[in-house]
């Protein structure tokens, strides 16, 4: 697969994404934390089960340890774009608070920028040709596309989860579930990082948010509960 197909898919994602937010505002956010507490939820669920069966009835399920690791690396690139989104990442600002408005706005955007470079390097390697990488042979060296790209291409299976069998004998499907069906997250989560650090940008540039993290998360929890006792 040409590695312009996902990088044009990752693209209609966040346009989508865009939009839906324009008009949705409530329901997109509604809908990322609904997918992140599934998420967490089928894995304390699959954790909770494997348990009661290996120790209660001494079988349980030969993938349900690969299973949770995928679950918990969705959980985490997914929650990446949206802790910037909402101002969750927790972040060291004592110095930056110490800067007039303007220096302090300044520094604000460069933090913002270095998140969506940070998420732009992982997603897309191609700035590797400027050190005199061949990144058009060497698949590794073209970032989390590059590497999604590879694994969609061989069809390579993971190690331990395993399609069912009437899935196998119905369908058609290999014995092993594909690693660009596990992988997927990886590209999208970067995407949806770098589009989320463009819109903590430009909040920061019209007045609208601060930084890009949450340094005074703790501060403002105790601020606003300091009479909580008295009541």
Request: net charge neutral.
């Amino acid at each position: 697969m040409p590695l312009i197909l996902p990088a044009l898919s990752l693209a209609l994602i966040v346009v989508l994404l865009f939009l839906a937010e324009r008009r949705w505002p409530e329901r997109v956010t509604r809908l990322e934390e609904n997918l992140l507490a599934a998420l967490l939820a089928i894995i304390t669920l699959v954790s909770f089960v494997q348990v009661i069966a290996r120790y209660g009835f001494n079988s349980g399920w030969s993938g349900a340890l690969e299973f949770t690791r995928i679950l918990f690396a969705w959980l985490i690139l997914f929650g990446m774009g949206f802790g910037i989104k909402q101002g969750m990442h927790l972040g060291v600002d004592a110095f930056v608070r110490l800067l007039p408005p303007g220096p302090f706005r300044m520094v604000a955007l460069f933090g913002a920028f270095a998140t969506f470079f940070y998420a732009f390097l992982l997603l897309y390697a191609g700035w590797l040709v400027f050190l005199g990488v061949d990144v058009q042979t060497n698949w590794r060296q073209t970032g989390a596309l590059g590497y999604w790209t590879f694994m969609f291409d061989r069809g390579t299976g993971l190690d331990d989860l395993r399609y069912p069998v009437w899935m196998q004998e119905s369908f058609g499907l290999q014995e092993r579930v594909q690693r660009w069906i596990a992988y997927l997250m990886l590209p999208v989560g970067l995407a949806l990082l770098a589009f989320r650090s463009l819109q903590a940008m430009g909040a920061i540039w019209r007045g609208e948010r601060e930084l890009v993290i949450a340094g005074h998360e703790a501060e403002d929890l105790v601020a606003e509960n300091k009479d909580a006792l008295k009541d």
